[in-house]
């Protein structure tokens, strides 16, 4: 311990080095778990939503709708516990630069079905009661500034017309799979408004048991298997994941990308600091000479290094931590429930270990095995 | 001056350190390149599927043609618009489209589904989108239920080779043919006659109508006449805009990350530039205070220090664009969220990219150099020569 205060004065020697090298560890650090987390909260994605909860779409498409006279078939399946439907929408707000998700939903079944959907108890029975009323995110609400009770009228591209809808409550998912930026309103409404189409996108079906979940959603597919809209039932993790599949192969680009940036920035930084170890050789000779082991001055060039490496590791990996959650990041809504993975912590850290290593073996070894009389040679 | 060749033999003189700096700026150009080539090959792609000489017709206020939906009359008092190029059998170039989607299985796992885009058109369609060619077997015939498949899906997709037969929407349909179309989003799609996919789909509704213009020059005098014609609600847009438009979302995401990655990968090169260049000016006091003493002015000190570090960013430039070159012209697949569609595209690798790398490069190693070589022009003879 009696060292230590050698190698803080070794760090202060030159404090602009110090600081920089420290700096660019944390930047790329940083990015790692930026870029890492991408890819991790992708993969999440897979866990979030209910496991007692199916959605069956058209085996079509997912832009073709279902009869809204499936309800009662499905519903009266054993096994089948709830059930509620819901129509994408797609309006459009304003110059529509500002997407956001909107959907219809049959509201009573629908909140009973998602009680991660939480609100005040006064909005939800105003929005249940409220035939032209509509629930939006607690994100969304903040982002246009909207108020409670006020009116917003959206530009309909898939159903014309321009549809006004009356704030009736704002909600906080307490799920990351339910989007904050969503504006959910009554399908009855929109029904009536079609024309009586009498369609649904989606049914949402509660089940009992969620191991049952495969033989059921077998059992509503084949049910429908020879009718006008086969189905394809699955359970809403299946659905979350393969959202984050049509991505394809950008977020494998993604992470290939973070490690090469990681790389490349380890690299300038190692060399830095085996720099400015090599320039400390005459010094070196010269504690040896005083009496310093060789043992002791490669450990002590190896906590160097580590301590630069290491706090360059905290800064990064802890801002990168802090800084998601408090912007409330979410990617544009494409990545909900963003957060760095203990993981990455994990990983970072190793990756900082790994720069100790590189940037430090060479000098304290070199430092090690240096010969005093050689090396005193070259100091006046 | 002092002779650029003093800098280049110095920096000889240390190959690993001179090496490992130029490797981590050579990284950080890659990526930025490619980065950039990825926002490049899909909007290019987009771009390249609209036709200046096309326009398009959609239902009013439809965004994309998924949420749009045209009647059969719509379709006939277009046909017989005079602003319609005739083809040369004298019949109007006009194709009305059915635009689906649906989910096919991949190749390598098939429970990875995409929504490819599945397009009913006119027989005029093959003569309004000039740059689609057959690349094998012969055009469906109407009447059946056969399929043309863009080249882009025959190698990602099971049963989509000529001959084979592809099931969607409940039917069996044989492909009968594959096309190209210059690189463009066209050749991620499925062609079909439109009389055919519209009962198995949405029932007697196009999704959009494309024709040719007869005078390209005259689209607003078009778009005017048919907007305003009180017997149908549309929205006409130039084909090559509206593609354009429809990469923007997603060009917009890809190239706002290139440039945050990159903006944080410079500054941290950047970092590692000043450390390498302080590190070489304090090993060399000496050298520089030689130099000075000969009677070079501390300026061109400074300017040959930052030549120095803008030669070590340069080396790196280059080795960045070689690292990234090979990436040019691979195939990836995305979905184009603003359509909802699996597209697939190349990377796209331009010589003013590889230019831009390499300013970028230099400009790192500029700004990287630039205090160093200020503490080398300000050293003082006398204590560097001590």
């Given at each position: ?57 058209n085996?079509t498409g997912?832009v073709f709708p279902l009869p ?90 898939i ?35 079609i024309g009586?189409a009498g369609i ?28 006008s809209s ?151 | ?58 239902r ?6 998924l949420?749009s939906g045209l009647g059969r009359d719509v379709a ?20 009305p489209e059915v635009y689906v ?17 599945v397009?009913g ?48 929407a409940g039917r ?22 439109n009389e055919q996919f519209m009962p198995v789909f949405r029932g007697d509704v196009f999704q ?179």
């Open positions: 311990m009696k060292y230590l205060q050698l190698v803080v004065a070794n760090l202060g020697r030159h404090k602009l080095r110090t600081v920089l090298t420290v700096a660019s560890v944390a930047l790329a650090l940083f990015l790692f778990a930026s870029l890492r987390s991408v890819t991790t909260t992708m993969a999440a994605a897979a866990q979030f939503g209910g496991a007692r909860r199916l959605v069956t779409l085996a997912l809204l006279a499936y309800a009662n078939r499905i519903k009266a399946l054993p096994g089948v516990t709830g059930l509620s439907w819901a129509n994408w929408f797609g309006g459009r707000y304003g110059d529509g630069k500002n997407f956001f998700a909107n959907f219809a939903v049959d509201a009573e079944s629908y909140l009973a079905l998602y009680p991660e959907i939480v609100m005040p108890a006064d909005q939800k029975q105003a929005f249940v009661q409220d035939r032209t009323g509509a629930i939006i995110g607690d994100r969304l609400i903040s982002q246009f500034g909207w108020k409670l009770g006020q009116n917003v009228t959206l530009q309909g591209t159903f014309p017309g321009d549809w006004t809808f009356k704030v009736d409550g704002v909600y906080h998912p307490t799920d990351p799979a339910i989007g904050d930026n969503v504006l959910i309103f009554h399908h009855d409404y929109f029904d009536e408004r009586r649904a996108g989606w049914y949402i079906v509660e089940i009992d048991d969620p191991s049952r979940a495969p033989a059921i959603a077998k059992t509503i597919d084949d049910l429908f298997r020879n009718s086969p189905t394809k039932t699955g359970t809403e993790r299946e659905f979350q994941a393969s959202f984050a599949t049509m991505w394809g192969n950008v977020s494998f680009l993604m992470s290939t990308i973070g490690l090469a940036v990681v790389f490349a920035i380890l690299l300038v930084t190692a060399n830095a600091m085996m720099m400015s170890a090599r320039e400390r050789t005459g010094e070196i000779a010269v504690l040896k000479t005083v009496g310093f082991s060789d043992k002791l001055l490669f450990t002590l060039v190896m906590v160097e290094a580590g301590a630069m490496a290491l706090t360059g590791a905290a800064i990064g990996l802890g801002g990168a931590t802090l800084l998601y959650p408090a912007i409330h990041f979410n990617g544009a809504g494409f990545l909900p429930g963003f957060k760095v993975a203990t993981s990455t912590l994990i990983f970072g850290a190793l990756v900082a270990l790994g720069l100790m290593l590189a940037s430090g073996l060479v000098p304290a070894l070199r430092a090690a095995r240096l010969p005093v009389v050689q090396a005193l040679r070259k100091v006046e | 001056m002092i002779p650029i060749v003093y800098n280049v033999r110095s920096v000889v003189q240390r190959p690993l350190s001179t090496a490992l700096t130029a490797l981590g700026v050579g990284l950080v150009v890659a990526v930025f390149i490619g980065m950039l080539a990825l926002a490049n090959g899909f909007r290019s792609a987009l771009a390249r599927t609209g036709s200046e000489t096309n326009a398009m017709v959609l009013k206020g439809a965004d994309s043609e949420s006939s008092i277009i046909a017989a618009d005079p602003h319609v190029a005739t083809g040369g059998d004298g019949r109007p170039l006009v194709s989607l649906i989910p096919l299985g991949k190749v390598f796992d098939t429970t990875q589904v995409a929504n490819v885009v397009r058109v006119s027989d005029q369609a093959w003569q309004v989108r000039n740059h689609v060619k057959i690349t094998a077997g012969q055009r469906p015939t109407s009447g059946r239920a056969e399929v043309c498949v863009g080249s882009r899906l025959t190698q990602r997709f099971p049963h989509t080779q000529v001959g084979q037969t592809l099931r969607f069996d349909w044989n492909v009968v043919c594959n096309f190209s179309a210059a690189g463009s989003a066209f050749e991620s799609e499925i062609w079909g006659e959009s109508i494309t024709f040719r213009l007869k005078d390209p020059a005259a689209f607003d005098e078009a778009q005017r006449s048919l907007q305003a014609d009180k017997r149908m609600t549309v929205d006409v847009h130039r084909e090559s805009a509206f593609y354009a438009q429809q990469s923007q979302l997603l060009s917009n995401i890809l190239s706002f990350l290139a440039i945050v990655i990159t903006a944080i990968m410079a500054v941290g090169a950047v970092f590692g530039a000043i450390n390498t260049m302080y590190a070489a000016v304090a090993s060399r006091a000496p050298e520089i205070g030689v130099l000075l003493t000969l009677g070079f002015k501390p300026w061109t000190v400074l300017v040959s220090f930052l030549a120095e570090s803008a030669f070590i960013a340069l080396i790196g430039g280059i080795l960045g664009c070689l690292f990234a070159l090979p990436i040019n012209g691979i195939v990836t697949g995305t979905t184009n969220w603003s359509s909802f569609s699996e597209i697939a595209f190349s990377f796209r690798i331009t010589p003013l990219l590889l230019g831009v790398g390499i300013a970028f490069a230099v400009l790192m190693g500029v700004i990287g150099g630039f205090f160093p070589a200020l503490r080398a022009a300000r050293l003082q003879v006398v204590q560097a020569l001590r």
